[in-house]
C-alpha cells in the first residue's frame, strides 16, 4: 500500500461545513489516528519524520489544525528530499476520496 493521506483535507471538511472543534472532528482525528500502524510514518514538518505508533491524540491534532503534516504508508525513502516529496506527492489522496470515506465511515 503506497499511499500517503493529505490531513488537512479532513479538517477542510469540517471546515467547509462550519463546523467547530467538535465531536465529528474529534472523529475524525480518531479515524485519521486508526489509520496509522507500524508501518506509518507522519512528516510533521521539513526535516522531520514521528513512527506512527508514537503520535498522540493532542499531537495529532495539533498537527492537523496547522496543516502541517502528511502520513506516509510506506518507509521514508532515503535519499534528497525532493526525491522523498517527489515520490510522497504523486500519491496523495484527493480530498474527496477522504471525504468518502468519512462518509462511510458515518453511514
Do not use: Y
Not at 490531513?7 to 489516528?33: P, Q, T, W, Y
Not at 515520490?87 to 468518502?100: A, N, T, Y
Request: hydrophobic share 35%; glycine share 4%; proline share 2%.
Amino acid at each position: 500500500m503506497n499511499e500517503t493521506i493529505c490531513i488537512s483535507s479532513i479538517v477542510s471538511l469540517h471546515m467547509e461545513n462550519n463546523c467547530s472543534l467538535g465531536s465529528e472532528e474529534e472523529d475524525a482525528i480518531r479515524f485519521v489516528k486508526s489509520l496509522l500502524h507500524r508501518s506509518l510514518w507522519v512528516q510533521v514538518d521539513n526535516t522531520r519524520w514521528i513512527h506512527g505508533d508514537f503520535v498522540c491524540l493532542d499531537h495529532l491534532k495539533n498537527l492537523i489544525l496547522e496543516n502541517s503534516f502528511e502520513v506516509a504508508c510506506e518507509d521514508i525513502p532515503r535519499g534528497r528530499d525532493d526525491e522523498r516529496r517527489q515520490r510522497l506527492d504523486c500519491c496523495i489522496i484527493p480530498g474527496e476520496k477522504v471525504r468518502r470515506i468519512l462518509m462511510e465511515k458515518s453511514s
